[in-house]
T-cell receptor, first 114, second 113 residues
Framework: EAQVTQNPRYLITVTGKKLTVTCSQN?????MSWYRQDPGLGLRQIYY???????DKGDVPEGYKVSRKEKRNFPLILESPSPNQTSLYFC?????????????FGDGTRLSIL | EDQVTQSPEALRLQEGESSSLNCSYT??????LFWYRQDPGKGPEFLFT???AGEEKEKERLKATLTKKESFLHITAPKPEDSATYLCAVQAPRRAGTYKYIFGTGTRLKVLA
């Protein structure tokens, strides 16, 4: 089954404790992206990766890092999490970035930073 | 500033009562407009892409249309299983050769049996 898999689905942690949210896709997609979803703000892009060679900042990259060492995986790293990073996070992938290549989303990771 | 606004925020319909959801946008260089459906506890699920004014796409009880300033998602004779949050997003140029996606905050639809 074609899918984007995120882990963990839920995490409660404390300020400053480094964490990684993993994302894996099995569709051989080039493009991968991370979003956060907050009430009243919609989905906002954190980082994206056009392919294994190219990764760049989205609209809200502060406090986050990403890594794209292989095509299928795109982990999101919070080196020193803070309470304002409490949010619902989604990973997405698509074959490319054309309009005829819509993004497929994972089921989300709910992070609570105390 | 690029922006996507969806209305209404929430909508309650009786089963069979048709209605429309609105997505208005201001963006430079629209590449495409997307509609997604999001169920509780799930990620957005792709429905349609529209590219140019006048275009229409249909899928079961849903029909999406596009003008130069807005898009509508028409729901004909909805059923309770159509209850979900519907998201609109636009794709536009970001930097050389790359693109950004701007999402609206969604319309929460509840269809009552």
């Amino acid at each position: 089954e074609a899918q984007v898999t995120q882990n963990p689905r839920y995490l409660i942690t404390v300020t400053g404790k480094k964490l990684t949210v993993t994302c894996s896709q099995n569709m051989n997609h080039e493009y991968m992206s991370w979003y956060r979803q907050d009430p009243g703000l919609g989905l906002r892009q954190i980082y994206y990766s056009m392919n294994v060679e190219v990764t760049d900042k989205g609209d809200v990259p502060e406090g986050y890092k990403v890594s794209r060492k292989e095509k299928r995986n795109f982990p999101l790293i919070l080196e020193s999490p803070s309470p304002n990073q409490t949010s619902l996070y989604f990973c997405a992938s698509s074959p490319g970035v054309g309009g005829d290549q819509p993004q497929h989303f994972g089921d989300g990771t709910r992070l609570s930073i105390l | 500033e690029d922006q996507v606004t969806q209305s209404p925020e929430a909508l309650r319909l009786q089963e069979g009562e048709s209605s429309s959801l609105n997505c208005s946008y201001t963006v430079s260089g629209l590449r495409g407009l997307f509609w997604y459906r999001q169920d509780p506890g799930k990620g957005p699920e792709f429905l349609f892409t529209l590219y140019s004014a006048g275009e229409e796409k249909e899928k079961e009880r849903l029909k999406a249309t596009l003008t130069k300033k807005e898009s509508f998602l028409h729901i004909t004779a909805p059923k309770p299983e159509d209850s979900a949050t519907y998201l609109c997003a636009v794709q536009a140029p970001r930097r050389a050769g790359t693109y950004k996606y701007i999402f609206g905050t969604g319309t929460r639809l509840k269809v009552l049996a």
